[in-house]
């Protein structure tokens, strides 16, 4: 059974930092790209960062760019995500997402609020 487990969310206050995980299981971690992707209160969802297999490559959205960091580890079959500088723009349920040649998954979500 695939699963896409995401941990980390919570409330912060603005300029604060959180660090979302997500841990796989159930497929090859390792031959597919891991994405952020979230979802703030009203709104379709919205794209954050890609880290593919090898590492090396990592995308972000330009609202986070220089501000999050995505990572993996590979061994540990898991993805973070470094949020730092947080907005109240940022609040949202932040999904984990893998995808490889057709193939999706999706995680059930962590909510983050920003808020002073």
């Known amino acids: 059974e695939v699963q896409l487990v995401e941990s980390g969310g919570g409330l912060v206050q603005p300029g604060g930092s959180l660090r979302l995980s997500c841990a796989a299981s159930?497929?090859?971690?390792?031959?597919?790209?891991m994405s952020w992707v979230r979802q703030a209160p009203g709104k379709g969802l919205e794209w954050v960062s890609t880290?593919?297999?090898?590492?090396?490559?990592?995308y972000y959205a330009d609202s986070v760019k220089g501000r999050f960091t995505i990572s993996r580890d590979n061994a540990k079959n898991t993805v973070y995500l470094q949020m730092n500088s947080l907005k109240p723009e940022d609040t949202a349920v932040y999904y984990c997402?893998?995808?490889?040649?057709?193939?999706?998954?999706w995680g059930q979500g962590t909510q983050v609020i920003v808020s002073s």
């Open positions: 159930g497929f090859t971690f390792d031959d597919y790209a």
């Open positions: 880290i593919y297999s090898d590492i090396r490559n990592t």
């Open positions: 997402n893998a995808y490889r040649a057709g193939l999706d998954y």
